[in-house]
Every structure is written in structure tokens, then in C-alpha cells.
């Protein structure tokens, strides 16, 4: 098997259970009782715990001969995490088991970026093929899993993902390429935190993963509390998968025709992302005043642009602004500052806003993305000026 269609399948397997995760976890949380600020602080814990585990996972998983190894290994603590969630009862031991699976599903969408980017450099792919079909898998798991909860009870959530997670750990193991970590000596643990500690105080690269980071984050509302929004709207779960799915369809034509044109067009990554955090802040703002059932679904076409080419630009970016040598620690920093602390941050912030005045919480996550696309401008301003 050519290596495209191996990195294709990682992705669709990691994306067919955070296409459950992220629209459903909610519910599920709510099934067993719990608030919206128990449900945003669960949810957060993980988030705000990778400022310590997302660069500890970097260095640990850079030790490896192989990138696929610890992908596996993470795909089995993802397993463990999610599975025990659904075997325990009370908020801790929810939490304890959420942080582990959480934590490791993170952990594995930095070192598959890299792993792909490598192999699609080397082999002539398009890095946005593989990840596109992750978004496909994402599409059929908000249908699917919609339907199922129909049907079936939320526990249905819990099994699905724990699947996933195990057939991840397989795939890795027998499928992924065996993409070796460097090509030369194996760096000692002690240099690979330096590398990661020159990325830290590097004023430009910390500014830069802020500003995508923060119009990621500005996702956080719409991941932990539109599915329980819409369902006191009146609007079933199958719905709800349905309008989670056809947000991913967009992105997916975007990754898909969009993004292998702005490429070939010369469209740089600073103007989409710009494009993305306006097109964040006009989605949050009408979501917040409560649009109806058709207005959704016009509203749900801009996440091609508030995640999708946000997204691709922050890949790019953040590998244009890093030494060869520390791509995966910068793609792992970058995620740790919009999947962990922004977006852990702003889904805290998530669950006492939705408590407090319902979807007007969405007006704080346009606030956040304005904040990251005026960052991106200054940033952008002052390196061209310097050349």
C-alpha cells in the first residue's frame, strides 16, 4: 500500500471518534447528570493540562525509532481513558479517565501532522488528501452516531470512541509506514527540551501560534454546547448530526479544491488566515442570537473558513517559522496553545456562560477570534517589513 492511502486511514480512524467527541460528549455528560460548569470543567481539564503534557508527549514520542510507535501506544492509552470513562461513576473518576483518553487523542493530531507532512514532502502528495479524508470520517460520525442516539442510548458515545481509539493502536502497529523519527543520530531527551524551550521564548513564533490558536479556540462554545442548545431549541440529535456533518462537508471541498488552488495560486497563509478569524467572528456573533433551523445551515458553511483555513494556514505558518529540526515540537507547542491552553480556557469559560445567558455565550468566542485575526495582522505587518 502507497504511503498516502496508510496516512489517509489514520486520519479517518482519528477523526471518526473525535466526530463523536466533539459534538456528543456534552450529551453524554448531561445523560449522567451533570451541570453546564461541571460538564465545561471536565471537558477543560485535559485542554489546560496539555501546557504540561502536550511538550512532555513531543519529547517522549521524538525518542522513538519510529513515528508510528507512539502513535500506537497513544492510541491504546486513548482506549483506556475513554472505555473506563463509561465503566466508573462520579465527577473525579469521570475526569481521571476523560484527561487520559482526552489527553491522548491530542497528543496523536500534532504527530500524525508531522509524520504526514514528511511523507507527503517525500513522496508528492498533497498533506491536505490524507487530512481531508480524516474530515470525511468526521462527517460520517456526526450522521451515524446522530441516528444512532435516535435509538440507542448515550453510552453509544462512549463505545464508539473506545473502538476507534483501539483500531488507531492496530493501524499504527501494522499499517502507518515506518517513518523514522530523523534521519541521522537520535537526539538525547536534554537537547530536544532545549529545542523546545528556543520555540517558547521566540517572540515571533509564540505571537504567531497565538493568533491561530485563539480563532481555533474561538471554537470552544460551539464544540461543548451547540448539540445541547439545538435539543432545547427542539432540534433532534440526528439533526444535529446532520448540521455537524455538512460544516465538515464544506471543509472537506475546501481542503479538497480550495486549498490545492490557493497553493498553486500563491494565496499565503497570513490572508487566509485573516479570512478565517472574519469569517469566525460574523458565525459566532449570528449564532449567539439564536437563528433558526434554516439560518444554521448557511452559518455552518463558514467553518470551512473558521477551522479549516485556519487551520491549514497555522500548519504552514508554524512550519515556515521553525528549524527543521523541531517541526514536531512546534506543531506540538501550537497545538498545545489552541487545542490546551486557549480552547481549555475558553471551554471553562464556555460552560458558566451557557448557564448564564444561553447562546449569548457565543459573542465571547467572537471577541477571541477578532482577537487572534488582529494578532495575525500585526504579526504579519512586522515581518514584512523586516523582509
Known sequence: MKSAPRMALQYVLLFAASGVTLPFAGLWFREQGLSGAEIGALLAIPMLGRMVTGPLLAV???????????????????????????????????????????????????????MTLRVAKRDGFAFSLPRGCGS???????????????????HAIILWIGTAALLIAVTAWRVLPPEPVTDGPRVPGLERFKGLGRLVVDPVFMTAIFAVGAVQAAHAFYYGFSAIAWKAQGIPESMTGLLWAFSVLVEIGFMWVVEPWRRRAGVGPWLMLSIGAGAAVVRWTLMAFSPPLWALWPLQTLHALSFAATYLAGVQIVERLSPSDSHTAAQTLSSVVSAGVLIGLATAASGPLYDAIGLKGYLAMAVLAASGGLAGLILQSRLAKKG
Open 136 to 154: 470525511a470520517a468526521f462527517v460520517v460520525a456526526n450522521v451515524v452516531m446522530g441516528m444512532l442516539l435516535t435509538r440507542a442510548s448515550p
Open 60 to 114: 517522549w514520542a521524538d525518542g522513538f525509532q519510529y513515528r508510528r510507535t507512539p502513535i500506537a501506544l497513544l492510541g491504546l492509552a486513548m482506549a483506556v481513558g475513554y472505555g473506563g470513562a463509561g465503566l466508573v461513576q462520579g465527577f473525579a473518576a469521570w475526569a481521571v479517565c476523560w484527561f487520559v483518553g482526552a489527553t491522548a487523542a491530542a497528543a496523536l493530531i500534532p504527530l500524525s501532522d508531522v
